[in-house]
């Protein structure tokens, strides 16, 4: 089973939100994790986590089918009566982008740094990208003590030091 892990970590490195989902989902599913901090910080990201945007279409008038009368005495003129829009089948609205989110270009934000050294700890260090659970549920509970592990270990002497080498004999 495949997954992805979507991390929100404060400025010292410190994993304060995550969430789960399959590997099959669009980065836009982790927006609720991002939303939950929309009054306390931003949240960077790369163009992965950008919603679409919707497109609103204007409905044109509806033309008149069938063939005009070969005269106009030859047959009566239809009435128009007035049409009320049909109404559109519900299509769940696309997830809109939070107002907490910084989508950021390829070479800007280095605050995003933070983020990448975390993983690559979390692939190194930790081996988390040879895990082999078959069911969301023990993968959530094992990604869950892995982040408050890497809190501890990181924040072990008192200050926030983003290296786990102590940690990994």
Not at 77 to 89: K, V
Not at 152 to 160: L, N, P
């Amino acid at each position: 089973m495949g997954a992805k892990l979507a991390l929100v970590t404060d400025d010292c490195g410190q994993i304060v939100g995550f969430s789960v989902a399959g590997a099959n989902v669009h980065d836009t599913s982790f927006h609720p994790l991002i939303a939950q901090w929309e009054k306390k910080m931003i949240v960077l990201a790369d163009q992965g986590f950008k919603a679409k945007e919707p497109k609103i279409k204007e409905q044109k008038p509806k033309k008149r089918r069938g063939r005009p009368p070969k005269h106009p005495l030859a047959a009566p003129p239809l009435e128009e009566s007035p049409e009320e829009p049909s109404p559109e089948p519900a299509v769940p609205a696309p997830p809109a982008t939070p107002v907490n989110l910084k989508i950021c270009p390829k070479g800007g934000w280095n605050e995003r740094m933070i983020i990448e050294t975390i993983f690559s700890l979390f692939t190194v260090v930790l081996k988390m990208k040879k895990l082999t659970h078959r069911l969301m549920a023990p993968l959530q509970a094992r990604l869950a003590y892995t982040c408050a592990v890497f809190n501890i270990c990181t924040a072990w002497d008192g200050e926030v030091k983003l290296q786990l080498a102590p940690f990994a004999l």
